[in-house]
């Protein structure tokens, strides 16, 4: 199927951008602008579903809805939406069998129904942390070491920031590469596939049928591993253009 390119008087496309998910274990999750579903396939074939509200804090406090701050808050109820509907993956499938440890049973009753919303934000705080340090830290300091032993003269800001952002790139695509070989891994990225493929065939308003969602594109514009990229190819631009400090 064509897509029409949209004119100036065309109505826009309603469905357009208000989808979105993630994979998890043997499933995907999809989030509407009022619920979101998390579809699991089981090992006997059957595909059990656990459909919730989708309501956000900035609904209740319209304040946390201002510029900046409502970024943070969609990532942290993105981290705890993420957290829950993997944990429910798990739980379908039967991974979660162990009895709680002391630990958890403590965390339980000191957090009560917080523990989701508290372990979204130590896994935000120690992913940053992980961030700061592979994409930041250290491409620096191994530019850092190059730049000591030679001379690049009135050339090494620009080599700097391509050095460095190439650098960038090559983690990120080493890191994906290398958790790639793992067969639970390697399944989930084949869901985060069939969730783009999803997508695009409900924006493009043909019925979700497997039919349909086979034949459409696995690669989506919105994705937030392409965005990762995207920024990084950027960032490499725009140090060209700063002098250092």
Same mark, same amino acid.
């Given at each position: ?7 100036? $008087?065309?109505?826009? $496309? ?8 993630? =994979? ?28 919730? /509200? $989708? ?12 510029? %900046?701050?409502?970024?943070?808050? $969609? ?6 939406? *993420?957290?829950s509907t993997l944990t429910y993956s798990a739980e379908a499938l039967g991974l979660e069998?162990?009895?709680? &440890? ?11 129904? &917080?523990?989701?919303?508290? =372990? =979204? ?20 300091? %191994? *530019? ?16 700097? /920031?391509?050095?460095?952002? %190439?650098?960038?790139? =090559? ?40 039919e349909n969602i086979r034949k459409q594109k696995r690669l989506h514009p919105r994705c937030? *591993? ?20």
């Amino acid at each position: 199927m064509v897509k029409k390119t949209c004119k100036k $008087n065309d109505p826009p $496309n309603p469905r357009l951008g208000c989808v979105g998910g993630q =994979a998890v274990m043997e499933g995907i999750m999809m989030r509407g602008k009022k619920q979101y579903t998390t579809a699991v396939r089981l090992s006997n074939g059957t595909i059990v579903r656990d459909t919730h /509200s $989708n309501k956000s804090i900035k609904e209740k406090h319209k304040w946390l809805g201002k510029p %900046v701050l409502r970024g943070v808050v $969609n990532f942290i109820e993105m981290l705890k939406l *993420s957290f829950s509907t993997l944990t429910y993956s798990a739980e379908a499938l039967g991974l979660e069998t162990e009895d709680e &440890s002391k630990f958890e049973k403590w965390l339980k009753k000191v957090f009560g129904e &917080s523990l989701i919303m508290v =372990a =979204a934000i130590i896994g935000m705080i120690l992913g940053v942390i992980l961030a700061l340090g592979l994409f930041m830290y250290m491409p620096a300091l %191994v *530019s850092g070491w190059i730049t000591d032993w030679i001379d690049f003269g009135k050339a090494e800001q620009v080599f700097r /920031s391509v050095f460095e952002g %190439v650098l960038k790139i =090559a983690i990120f695509i080493l890191y994906t590469a290398l958790i790639a070989l793992l067969p639970d891994i390697k399944r989930t990225f084949a869901y985060h596939g069939a969730e783009h493929k999803t997508i695009f065939c409900y924006e493009s308003g043909e019925e979700l049928t497997v039919e349909n969602i086979r034949k459409q594109k696995r690669l989506h514009p919105r994705c937030g *591993s392409s965005f990762m990229i995207v920024m990084m190819f950027l960032g490499i631009v725009i140090g060209m253009l700063i002098p250092s400090m």
